[in-house]
């Protein structure tokens, strides 16, 4: 025999004046295998079964509980709207499921409102009232936007901070290409000025000041470290230069000139 229990209600007994938060539990009841009949009585309910039994059944099965029904319900977005089927038993939870494929907008950073009131995930529509039809309301949640701001910001950072170390390392590269050959002549025995080799320590350590003002994090900072040690190993190579190519001397080219007989003078005899 099914269980049965009867719901009371503040205006004496009478099923008619059922509260919202009692609407609410019937509908939980029937959720976990409860069912309400028309009186107010809620009883459990009773599963299907080849003899039908539970007394005086009489033999005949009880048929299969319908699945619940399927209702439309349309959502505002902005200036967009849309038309989604869902059951009539699901949960805000669910229908926000639904809503991310067609909006785009994670589920997480949804706000749905029903009746100028926001409702939670684990809310119910029909339990909310929602009914085939119904209008709803959905928002982006605020503390969504300003953390995908957030967001934005941090790579527009590390794009800018990626676009400097890269122009950066394009001079260094340049740079380096001119310590390499000043390394080749010296390594030749062929002395350059210093000022050259001055000149390359200069820039090189403008550039190592260009990367300390970067704010880089971590690839970006990497990269960044990665020049940073470019630039050191480039001055260090010159400081060793500088000193062996002090060493060396000056290399004096002298010319020989070849001398030329002074051209004979040719007397000329006047006539009167």
């Known amino acids: 025999m099914a ?30 295998g409860w069912e309400v009949r028309p009186s107010g009585m809620v009883v459990q309910a009773r599963e299907e079964g080849p003899g039908g039994g539970g007394g005086g059944g009489g033999g005949m099965g009880i048929p299969p509980r319908p699945p619940p029904p399927e209702i439309k319900v349309r959502v505002k977005y902005g200036a967009a709207r849309h038309e989604v089927a869902v059951s009539s038993i699901a949960s805000f939870g669910e ?27 684990a809310d119910y529509l029909d339990v909310c009232g929602v009914k085939n039809k119904s209008k709803l309301y959905l928002a982006e ?23 400097a170390i890269g122009a950066i390392a394009l001079e260094v590269d340049k740079l380096a290409d001119q310590v390499r050959s000043i390394e080749k002549s010296i390594t030749r025995g062929s002395k350059v000025a210093e000022v050259q080799i001055t000149t390359l320590i200069e820039l090189l350590m403008r550039l190592a000041v260009k990367l300390d003002s970067i704010h880089a994090e971590g690839d970006s900072s990497s990269q960044k470290n990665i020049q940073a040690k470019r630039v ?10 500088k000193i062996s190519n002090a060493r ?23 006539f009167d």
């Not at 050191?232 to 230069?241: A, G």
Request: hydrophobic share 35%; glycine share 6%; with cysteine.
């Open 141 to 163: 949640d605020p503390t969504s936007v300003e953390r995908r701001y957030i967001e934005r910001q941090k790579s527009a950072k590390i794009e800018t901070a990626n676009r």
């Open 95 to 121: 229908l926000k499921k639904l809503l991310a494929a067609r909006t785009g907008l994670p589920a997480a950073d949804q706000r749905l409102t029903y009746k100028g009131k926001e409702r939670g995930n």
């Open 232 to 241: 050191q190993k480039c001055v260090e190579t010159l400081d060793v230069l």
């Open 248 to 270: 060396l001397q000056n290399v004096i080219v002298t010319t020989k000139w070849e001398t030329f007989d002074a051209p004979a003078t040719t007397q000329w005899e006047l």
């Open 3 to 32: 269980a049965v229990m009867h719901r009371s209600s503040s205006d004496g007994g009478s099923s008619s004046g059922w509260s919202e938060a009692a609407a609410a539990s019937a509908a939980g009841d029937e959720r976990a």
